[in-house]
């Protein structure tokens, strides 16, 4: 329907009355709700505009854009099994716009524009209503936030597959409610879901053979009759259509599998999880609820006066959708929840908006029987808009919140730093850095980074093993892991050309995840005899001797005390392929002998429980992903006792024995990353080259971390605002 405006010099109340009914009708339905729905999408698309980005992702995804513009990429990278669309657009648009971060911003605003765009012409083709269209903008990008904080933390691979994949489907509806065959519609659905398939793994696992569903419903709505001929009519799309079907059944089911059986991936991204972020908001789970029950009344419906229409498709695509949820509960598998939650709650949300425009309508009807037929007729763009102004600034806020947990600390100087690296690095050298500044200096210049990152993050065992050199780099001065366990020295000390490690954390596999949980400081463990009582912080080093078997791995220190209070102190600390314990053996002769090993720094405990008799205690800590992680502490002397110390640690000391060896057991530990092995940083930084690292000042670990890099050869050379950058000659030694 075309709106035109009244002849130049004629008022609306000049207008015959039923011309200028039929105007006010026109701009009510056709204009209005059109007009809404982009305010909505464009307001949002300035906020992304205007919202500074910082998530790892979003460096993540320049990285793999300089593939598709040729510039350099790190060589690790395997940047082939990365599906190519938004990449592709993001190096077509930095070929416009260089500023890498303004090219972010502009893919950012691309995407939910065409993310709101297909909300809007599903909901408007599947009911036929262009109120529905506007509503599902609504309540999508203001009402809940799950499709808002795929830009937050910078899903838009995620974000570019959702939206091509439901145009695709909106495509086919739109074919479906057609009285004759509509090649363009089915060329649309087509081209759009082959598009999705090259977007996101994830997403398009689930959403093409949604799209494929929706396609069958437009081909047997044409009816029995007609089915040949339709069918000859569209071979071509229908021939694509199969190829996209092979290219699911080779390629994205099996390389989805990535994303949900990682090591940590079920008891960080599970079910729970996944029902966590559609129910613990009450808009979102408003959604569920209202979206579910109109779509099932839709689709019976649809069935009784047996028509295909969009509803019944949007009933499969929810049906599907729950249901691959539903098996992956019941069978116990990770469920990738940002992979999962969008598709899941897309065609809720047009239900939703359904459900939202029959409820108004209702009102408008009630308002007529009181004689308001006037307010009746404006009731829907009123409460529509009213709805509108009420929810966009909540919105905003919630997304400027969500935006802010990823914001870089120092984007300029960041920046900076990375080039200046880039420039004085030569070719080949890696930089160390944290995770989410790593990420953005390899797409600010294409040198490999080292860091370490969250298992479930991670979906390549060369991932894991990078993460944990990485973190044995940053954080140690030797590392022993069997990948069930591992113990941390923080400190060390120099004797002569060699560093005799000290200090210790205690880290424990739980979930898949290594999470520091317990910390035996030099000062912690206490040599007595008689009446004077001398720490292990007190003595000198005298050697260390680290040994890296097939079946066990150790480092043993040596430690002394000459004069009137000599000591001779020794520590041993063991980890076992496959073992889910650490033994520390202390021994100190002519000395008793007593440690208290404290909580780590970032974690509380919850509860201990002490057993005299077997002389060991298990200690829980605060919930971390689906649980809490657990350790046991137990003493090999019988004349050990265990005692709970200030803070909720655990002291261990003996009542005669000059030695005392205690096993420290994970107790909630899910598959192991990496295997047994013993790390030492220098080796680190020499097999990944690693010429520079960029660190934090402000950070509270900054001069421990330094402090350990300098003891391998680093050295302190820049300043960048807050970031200091610190350079190693290859092979470089303290």
Known sequence: MVVTDPPQGETMAALPATRRAWVNAAWLEDVLPVAIAASVIGGFALVLALTPIGSGDFGQWLMTSRHFSGDTVPAYRELTAVPPVVPALLAAIRSVIPDPVAALHVISMLLLVGLGASLYVLGTVASGSRWIGTLSVAIGLLLTDRFTELFAFGGLLQAGALALGTLSVAAFIRATNASSTDRRMWWVGVVSLALAALTHVGTSTILVPIGAAAAVVALL?????????????????????????????????????????????????????????????????????????????????????????????????????????????????????????????????????????????????????????????????????????????LAIQRHDTQAAFYELRDRSSLASAAAWLDDHLVEGQAVLADTRDAKWIEGLTGRAALFSQSVRYAFRPMEWQRSADADALLRSTDTLTSGFIAAQFTDSLRLGSETVPSGLIVEANHGGEMLSMLRLAPTATSLIA???????????????????????ARV???????????????QAVTAWRDGTSLEIEQRAPGHRMAS???????????????????????????????????????????????????G???????????????????????????????????????????????????????????????????????????????????????
Not at 530 to 552: D, F, I, K, W, Y
Not at 556 to 570: I, L, N, R, S
Not at 615 to 632: D, K, M, N, Q, Y
């Open 648 to 734: 909720g640690g655990i002291r261990v000391a003996t009542a005669t024995s000059d030695q005392l060896d205690v096993l420290i057991t994970a107790l909630t530990a899910g598959e192991a990353a990496v295997g047994l092995q013993l790390i030492h940083p220098p080796d680190v930084a020499d097999r990944y080259q690693v010429g520079g690292a960029v660190l934090y000042a402000s950070d509270p670990a900054y001069a421990a971390r330094l402090r350990r890099l300098e003891a391998i050869g680093f050295r302190e050379t820049r300043t960048f605002g807050a970031y200091r950058v610190l350079t190693r000659s290859p092979g470089g030694g303290p």
């Open 221 to 393: 709505a044409r009816g029995p009759r007609r089915l040949r001929t339709t069918a000859h009519e569209l071979e071509a799309p229908l021939v694509v259509l199969a190829v996209i079907g092979v290219y699911w059944l080779l390629f994205l089911r099996g390389a989805s599998g990535g994303f949900v059986d990682n090591p940590a991936s079920l008891a960080y991204r599970g079910p729970d999880r996944l029902l966590e972020l559609l129910f613990s908001r009450w808009p979102t789970a408003l959604v569920v609820i209202v979206g579910g029950t109109a779509i099932v009344l839709g689709a019976v419906r649809s069935l009784v006066r047996r028509r295909g229409d969009g509803y019944l498709v949007l009933a499969a695509w929810a049906f599907a959708a729950w249901s691959v949820f539903g098996i992956a509960t019941l069978a116990g598998s990770a469920t990738d929840y940002p992979r999962f939650a969008t598709p899941m709650l897309l065609p809720l949300v047009v239900g939703s908006a359904a459900a939202c425009l029959w409820l108004v309508r209702a009102l408008a009807g009630y308002l007529v029987e009181l004689g308001l037929r006037s307010a009746a007729r404006t009731t829907v763009p009123i409460v529509v808009l009213g709805a509108v102004l009420v929810a966009t600034p």
């Open 556 to 570: 043993v220190t040596v430690w002394a005390a000459t004069g009137a209070d000599a000591v001779d102190y020794t």
């Open 530 to 552: 008689g009446e004077s009582s001398t720490t292990t912080a007190e003595l000198s080093p005298v050697r260390v001797t680290r040994q890296s078997l097939e079946t066990q």
């Open 596 to 646: 208290v090993f404290s909580v780590a720094p970032g974690r509380s405990v919850s509860s201990v429980e002490i057993d005299g008799i077997d002389r060991s205690a298990i200690v829980c800590f605060a919930v971390v992903g689906a649980s809490e992680p657990c350790l046991r502490i137990s003493a090999s002397q019988t004349d050990a006792r265990l005692s709970e110390a200030p």
